[in-house]
């Protein structure tokens, strides 16, 4: 065990250039991803999104949803408890982040993932289970991770009709035109317009608190 191992952190997960950093990253964090950085942080993140997603994305209808950039799975643990009934699959680069999603429990004991796949979201993504009710994300199109041109690879993986709620960090979307990709697919009929929605990352009392995200909310035609 590496006792005197520096916490890992928002330096070097903004630091990241390509695929294979991300994996050598999460691959050294996975384990301590949650004790490290969400607790201490007080990041309350994948729960907004979770939360959101609920509120917008209907009830009846829609029962078979996708988290992209899965990490260890805590967007699907507190969206499996607003929506208990709900099949979730989830898609993650890492492996060993996957294999922390695959211990979330729902609260009947059984797995909150029905299915984990790994997978590079900046080449076309192939699942078994798509295409899906609808898709989610949150922490994953972020500094150092991925742009707006990941975006349309996400398309395939949502069935006509099917809702999106994706969360973008605020200074990343602004620095990288994220409008500029959703206004292009809105213009040629691909999705509907994305309504935005602000949302802060971290809790109140957090040294990070007032960083926000832009969630952007959509359907594919």
Known sequence: MELDRP????????????PEDNRRL?????????????DVKKYRY???????FSEVVPQSGFD???DI???????GYFLSALRPQI???GIDISPEMLAQARGKLR??????????????????????????????SSGTFTHGHLGPGAIGNLIPLVRSGGWFVIGINNEHFAALDFAKEFDNLSVLGVITQPKIELIDVYEVGSVH?????????????
């Open 107 to 136: 609260s009947d004991g059984q797995q909150v993932y029905a299915d984990l796949q790994e997978r590079d979201l900046t080449q076309n993504v192939i699942t078994p289970g798509a295409p899906y009710d609808a898709l989610l």
């Open 64 to 66: 078979r949803f996708v």
């Open 209 to 221: 608190h007032g960083d926000q995200a832009r969630v952007a909310i959509f359907t594919r035609k």
């Open 7 to 18: 916490a890992i952190g928002l330096d070097e997960a903004y630091a990241l250039r390509t």
């Open 69 to 75: 950039g899965t990490g260890t799975g805590l967007a």
């Open 46 to 52: 994948p729960k907004a999104i979770a939360e959101l």
């Open 87 to 89: 099949v979730i699959d």
């Open 26 to 38: 999460y691959a050294k964090w996975a384990a301590t991803y949650e004790s490290e950085f969400v």
